[in-house]
């Protein structure tokens, strides 16, 4: 099992950032991958980044040059800068754990708002 922890969502005006965090515990060193996606009302969730073990990055088109992911030495966190906030990046934020056995565990989510 691997519990996933999120923090840093909040209120930001157009054109500011945030940073999330995302802590996994429990049998992390199963995990392969770990990610950041998205879920605005009436939408479906979808992917904002993903990055792997040997740490190759794949972003969503949608916040290429403005959304940065790292992680710690441990591979235990991941962070996510989001710079140049739009108002179309409101969303509730998913932490994503992914095994090797391709099984995906999910944090409770953060809201990012941006609104003036």
């Known amino acids: 099992q691997v519990q996933l922890v999120e923090s840093g969502g909040g209120l930001v005006q157009p054109g500011g950032s945030l940073r999330l965090s995302c802590v996994a515990s429990?049998?992390?060193?199963?995990?392969?991958?770990m990610g950041w996606y998205r879920q605005a009302p009436g939408s479906q969730r979808e992917l904002v980044v993903v990055?792997?073990?040997?740490?190759?990055?794949t972003y969503a088109d949608s916040v290429k040059g403005r959304f940065t992911v790292s992680r710690n030495n441990a591979k235990t966190t991941v962070f996510l800068q989001m710079n140049s906030l739009k108002p179309e990046d409101t969303a509730v934020y998913y932490c994503n754990a992914r095994t090797y056995r391709y099984y995906d565990y999910w944090g409770q989510g953060t809201q990012v708002t941006v609104s003036s």
């Open positions: 990055i792997t073990s040997d740490g190759t990055t």
């Open positions: 429990g049998s992390t060193f199963g995990i392969n991958a």
